[in-house]
C-alpha cells in the first residue's frame, strides 16, 4: 500500500464531499472569521486542540482530544482523555509524515485540507493502516493568541471520489479501520457522504 498527504480543495468542503465534522468546522470558521466564539461549542467533542507553534517536522501539542473524535476512537477513550504526560507517544515518524498541512495552517493562518493514508502504531504494538481526511483550522483566542482545531474523519476506500484513488500493485485499496458512525446531538447534520468520513 502507498502511504500519502495530498492537499485537497477547500471547496469540497461547502459541498460536504469530506465530511460533516469539517464541512461544519468551516462554516463555523468563516461565519466567525475565525476567532473563538461559543458557535464552535457542539463540535468540540469532535475535534483536536492544537498549539499553533510546532517543531520543524512534527506536529504541534495537542492540547485537547475531543471525547468523540477520530483520534479517540482510533487509540481509545482511556488513551484519550489520559492527562498528556501519561499517554504513550505517537511514532516520531507518523507525527513528521503528517505535519506539513500544521505548519501551512501556522504560517498561512488559513484553513488546511488534506486526505492522509498511512500505518499508524497504536498503543500495544499494532498497527493499523488509517485513511481519513482532516481540515485544520486556525483560530484566534483574545490578545492576539492562536490555536489550530482539527477535525478527522475516516474515509472509505472504493466509494465516491476515492474510487480511482491509491492502490497497491494488485490494485487493492489500503484497509481502513471501520469505526462506528457517530453524530454530535447539535452539530453538523448536512451532506454526510460515506465516502468523508
Not at 469505526?179 to 452539530?187: Q, T
Request: hydrophobic share 40%; proline share 8%; glycine share 8%.
Amino acid at each position: 500500500m502507498e502511504q500519502f498527504v495530498e492537499r485537497l480543495p477547500l471547496e469540497g468542503l461547502d459541498r460536504g464531499l469530506f465530511g460533516d465534522v469539517s464541512s461544519q468546522l468551516m462554516r463555523i470558521w468563516h461565519s466567525t472569521n475565525g476567532i473563538l466564539t461559543p458557535e464552535y461549542k457542539p463540535i468540540l467533542p469532535y475535534l483536536l486542540n492544537l498549539s499553533a507553534r510546532a517543531k520543524t517536522n512534527d506536529v504541534p501539542e495537542i492540547l485537547q482530544i475531543g471525547r468523540r473524535s477520530l483520534m479517540a476512537n482510533v487509540f481509545g477513550s482511556d488513551w484519550a482523555l489520559a492527562p498528556a504526560d501519561e499517554r504513550s507517544e505517537i511514532s516520531p515518524e507518523f507525527r513528521g509524515f503528517v505535519a506539513e498541512g500544521y505548519h501551512r495552517a501556522i504560517a498561512d493562518l488559513e484553513p488546511q485540507l488534506d486526505i492522509v493514508s498511512s500505518p499508524l502504531e497504536l498503543p500495544g504494538g499494532n498497527t493499523i493502516w488509517v485513511t481519513y481526511t482532516r481540515f485544520i483550522a486556525p483560530i484566534s483566542l483574545a490578545k492576539g493568541v492562536r490555536l489550530l482545531l482539527s477535525a478527522a474523519e475516516e474515509v472509505h476506500p472504493g466509494v465516491g471520489f476515492l474510487s480511482s484513488c491509491r492502490t497497491d500493485s494488485l490494485g487493492h485499496s489500503p484497509r481502513t479501520i471501520h469505526l462506528p458512525e457517530s453524530r454530535p446531538a447539535h452539530g453538523p447534520t448536512a451532506g454526510h457522504r460515506d465516502a468523508a468520513g
